[in-house]
Each structure stands twice: as structure tokens, then as C-alpha cells.
């Protein structure tokens, strides 16, 4: 079985600045893509950026230029780097795991639990 744990939310006024984390622990051969969503009140689950075990990034436009994913494969770790906040980046953030458990199985998907980020204005 494979875990992912978020931490790093909280309550931030705009212009402010959060980092997230999320580590992976588990049954785990090797990681692919990590990445991060979001679900605000009331909407869908977006995303909002990856990253590849090489490191190859991709962002959702609304956030370009103002966050940043990394990720530390020895730690089994994502990050995301938010910068200049607004109150439309409130919602709960969901980090997600393409996960290799075992060279005979395919790799599947792996949530979080979620962690709240609330900008106030």
C-alpha cells in the first residue's frame, strides 16, 4: 500500500506565500509523475501543476509565475511554491502519485488526503 500525506496549508492574506508538502511512503519501486490539484467550494477538481521523475514541469495557466513545483526523488517528496496568493487560489489541495509498486504491475494513481489553503482578501 502506498500513503501520501500533504502538510503546509493554512490561512494566508493575499500577496503572501505558502509551500506545500507532500511525501510518499509505502510499497514503492519508483514514482513517475507527481503532481497537484485543487478543488474549491463547490467546483470540480482542477489541476494545477506536475512535475516528471526528470524534473519537466507543467502549470495550469491561472498560476504560472506564481508557483512552483519541485520534487526530491531520494526523499519521495513533491513541493509547490505559492507566491503572491490570491483569494481564488483557496481550496483544498490534493496531491496525486503515478506510482510503481512492483515491476510486474502497472503503475496507478495514489491521493492525498487534501490540505486546506484559505487567502484572504
Known amino acids: 500500500q502506498v500513503q501520501l500525506v500533504e502538510s503546509g496549508g493554512g490561512l494566508v492574506q493575499a500577496g503572501g506565500s505558502l509551500r506545500l508538502s507532500c511525501s510518499a511512503s509505502?510499497?514503492?519501486?519508483?514514482?513517475?509523475?507527481m503532481a497537484w490539484y485543487r478543488q474549491a467550494p463547490g467546483k470540480q477538481r482542477e489541476f494545477v501543476a506536475k512535475?516528471?521523475?526528470?524534473?519537466?514541469?507543467n502549470y495550469t495557466d491561472s498560476v504560472k509565475g506564481r508557483f512552483t513545483i519541485s520534487r526530491d526523488n531520494a526523499k519521495k517528496t513533491v513541493y509547490l511554491q505559492m507566491n503572491s496568493l490570491k483569494p481564488e487560489d483557496t481550496a483544498v489541495y490534493y496531491c496525486?502519485?503515478?506510482?510503481?509498486?512492483?515491476?510486474?504491475?502497472?503503475?496507478?494513481?495514489?491521493w492525498g488526503q487534501g490540505t486546506q489553503v484559505s487567502v484572504s482578501s
Open positions: 512535475i516528471t521523475s526528470g524534473g519537466s514541469t
Open positions: 496525486n502519485a503515478n506510482v510503481i509498486t512492483s515491476f510486474y504491475l502497472p503503475s496507478r494513481d495514489y
Open positions: 509505502g510499497r514503492i519501486s519508483s514514482i513517475n509523475v
